[in-house]
């Protein structure tokens, strides 16, 4: 099993969803990318995934290019840019889905009021991609190793 999570920048929300993902089942191979990756990770992202448990300091953004001509069984789009330009996969993609969540990097304020939407932002991945899990992968495929 393999899924490709996109975004634009491959700094917040596809990265958190890449490390919920991958906390959730170590048999599925997970990987995240942008359309126009930012240069780092979003330090309050890495500090949201922190809260819960979850590093992410080890992530770098990567180019959805890298990953065109590959085969995925699901390419999911978490945000409404990516989903309006989602690049032509060259190779097998066996199912697209869009769960769209807002862009915590857009908040505005002081650090902590910037942290409750990325709170509030990761929350929301964590729910949308354990359900996922949970009606996608572990119930479809009866994967074994996922807890």
Same mark, same amino acid.
């Given at each position: 099993?393999?899924? +490709?999570?996109?975004?634009?920048? /491959?700094?917040?929300? =596809?990265?958190?969803?890449?490390?919920? &993902? *991958? $906390?959730?089942?170590?048999?599925?191979?997970? !990987?995240?990318?942008?359309?126009?990756? =930012?240069?780092? %990770?979003?330090? +309050?992202?890495?500090?949201?995934?922190?809260? %819960?448990?979850?590093?992410?300091?080890? /992530?770098?953004? *990567?180019?959805?290019?890298?990953? &065109?001509?590959?085969?995925?069984?699901?390419?999911?789009?978490?945000?409404?840019?990516?989903?309006? $330009?989602?690049?032509?996969?060259?190779?097998?993609?066996?199912?697209?889905?869009?769960?769209? !969540?807002?862009?915590?990097?857009?908040?505005?304020?002081?650090?902590?009021?910037?942290?409750?939407? !990325? @709170? @509030?932002?990761?929350?929301?991945?964590?729910?949308?991609?354990? $359900?996922?899990?949970? $009606?996608?992968?572990?119930?479809?495929?009866?994967? =074994?190793?996922?807890?």
């Amino acid at each position: 099993m393999r899924i +490709l999570i996109l975004c634009t920048g /491959n700094s917040c929300r =596809s990265q958190m969803a890449e490390g919920f &993902l *991958k $906390s959730l089942d170590t048999c599925t191979e997970v !990987f995240s990318a942008g359309t126009k990756p =930012s240069g780092e %990770v979003h330090p +309050l992202a890495i500090k949201a995934m922190g809260e %819960v448990g979850i590093d992410i300091t080890q /992530n770098k953004p *990567k180019s959805v290019d890298e990953f &065109l001509g590959q085969d995925f069984d699901y390419v999911i789009t978490v945000c409404g840019g990516a989903n309006e $330009s989602c690049p032509a996969f060259i190779g097998n993609v066996k199912q697209r889905w869009h769960i769209g !969540f807002d862009d915590p990097a857009e908040a505005t304020g002081t650090e902590e009021e910037k942290m409750v939407m !990325f @709170r @509030r932002v990761r929350d929301e991945i964590r729910e949308a991609f354990k $359900s996922f899990h949970k $009606s996608q992968i572990k119930g479809e495929h009866g994967c =074994s190793c996922c807890g």
